[in-house]
């Protein structure tokens, strides 16, 4: 008998652990109380009053965008060009750079990261992932039916370069291209940015692995705007625009965190290659997606961007509130990495941006630990190889003791006990070693 679903959408049903995560946060809110609660479950950005932030400078700015620009169709499928301009300003002209690239407006980041993946790869190549990554990044390659291919993001404390090449490497030689994914700076869970040391090997390397095919960097910086260094994190962009021609670098930009305009649904594919060609072959693959399935980004988003980053007493109002929040951000993450030190509880490497992810190898005791921690009303999200902590949702006041209130009851976790083995929890995300066997080829 045939089924309402076709064959290809068999075995989509959607668990989102960060949703679901929230979504127990706020009930426990409503039963016990806010401050009975500790809600690090949100990936959005709250203020020390436990309001929801929304930047000023952002919003007035979107309340001066005329109604019919909110209400009308974009000018192009690929953003109208006061957006596109706006795009490169931000993140090359801002930082000196003068960068040949193409943009096309998507809805979200997710909408760059869907269509890159879309327009790079055949159905059932495989395109690669980190480990330890936004859970997000599974579902939209399930979406294209691409397996997954995952490199490990660390080596002890830092960047697994042999990893990233070995998967890259295996993955050539298997389908002659390569596709592969960095989420960088302030990377989501851990909060880990990558050294320039570690860039350069990285670039180095797929350099050389492009001789052998084709080879499409997808650099997602969603949370560029909350790295410590500012502009001067983009000086990366420009030897992206070195690399040789067999290289495509998609950078996925998304306007919900440089904004707090996450339901805007507003970010681009900024394509850098030396390959005019090629690029611009990406390019017109990637339009057609567009028209094809969303049609156009939300255009009173893109005219608020556009207003925000080309005019340069918007911009440096703009920056001087943000830059604010980025500072808390890096007070809550003192107190969360000091705490952690003094009793003793892991955590990957943090060096900044909204999450900061405790290390727990041990698949059974991380879902016990995430299950016992929401009986005492803390709500984390369940990731592969640990549980992802929003400090960017919790303020200064509930972070302190945070730390000892986790290993004291990590502690009451006995390894050893038989039960443990029968713990499900619904929001356990650690499916990455199954993928790994199921990966064809
Ligand atoms: C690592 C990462 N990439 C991309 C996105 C995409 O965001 P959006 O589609 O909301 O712009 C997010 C959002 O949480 C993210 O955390």
């Not at 690929?78 to 801002?94: H, I, N, R, T």
């Not at 900044?352 to 992810?357: A, K, L, M, S, Y």
Request: aromatic share 10%; proline share 3%; with cysteine.
């Amino acid at each position: 008998m045939k089924d309402f679903i076709g064959d290809k959408s068999v075995g989509k049903e959607i668990v989102d652990v960060v949703f679901e995560a929230a979504q127990g946060a706020v009930k426990a809110t409503k039963e016990f109380g806010e401050d009975a609660v500790v809600n690090g479950a949100f990936g959005t950005y709250f203020k020390e009053d436990k309001s929801f932030l929304t930047f000023d400078t952002v919003y007035r700015i979107f309340d001066r965008v005329p109604d019919f620009q909110k209400a009308k169709y974009a000018s192009s499928i690929a953003g109208p060009p006061e957006y596109q301009e706006a795009v490169k300003d931000w993140l090359f002209k801002s930082a000196g750079l003068d960068i040949n690239a193409d943009v096309i407006a998507t809805p979200g980041g997710t909408g760059a990261l869907s269509s890159t993946i879309k327009n790079a790869l055949n159905r059932g190549e495989t395109v690669i992932h980190p480990d330890i990554g936004w859970g997000p990044y599974k579902t939209i390659a399930k979406e294209m039916q691409n397996p997954v291919a995952y490199y490990k993001l660390f080596e002890d404390e830092h960047f697994n370069v042999e990893s990233f090449k070995e998967t890259c490497t295996q993955v050539m030689k298997n389908q002659g291209k390569v596709l592969a994914f960095i989420n960088d700076p302030c990377q989501n869970p851990t909060g880990y940015t990558m050294r320039d040391s570690e860039w350069d090997e990285v670039l180095t390397f797929i350099n050389e692995l492009s001789d052998q095919g084709p080879f499409i960097l997808l650099l997602d910086v969603a949370y560029i705007d909350f790295n410590k260094r500012g502009d001067d994190y983009k000086q990366l962009f420009e030897k992206l625009s070195k690399m040789s021609d067999n290289v495509l670098s998609v950078i996925a930009f998304s306007v919900s965190k440089t904004m707090t305009a996450y339901g805007m649904r507003v970010g681009a594919q900024v394509l850098v290659s030396n390959n005019e060609q090629g690029r611009r072959r990406f390019f017109h693959a990637c339009g057609n997606t567009a028209r094809g399935v969303w049609s156009t980004v939300n255009n009173g988003g893109m005219m608020a961007f556009a207003n925000l980053a080309l005019n340069e007493e918007n911009k440096q109002a703009y920056l001087q509130e943000k830059n604010g929040f980025v500072k808390l951000l890096q007070e809550r993450a003192e107190i969360m990495i000091h705490e952690a030190k003094e009793v003793g509880l892991p955590l990957y490497p943090y060096h900044e941006g909204f999450f900061i992810t405790i290390k727990i190898d041990d698949h059974v005791i991380k879902n016990e630990l995430h299950l016992k921690l929401k009986k005492h009303n803390i709500f984390f999200v369940n990731v592969y190889g640990g549980l992802r902590v929003a400090i960017c949702s919790i303020p200064k006041a509930k972070i302190t003791g945070l730390a000892a209130k986790i290993k004291e009851v990590l502690d009451t976790i006995d390894p050893s006990d038989d039960d443990l083995e029968s713990v499900q929890d619904a929001n356990d995300n650690n499916d990455v070693d199954n993928d790994e066997k199921n990966v064809t080829p």
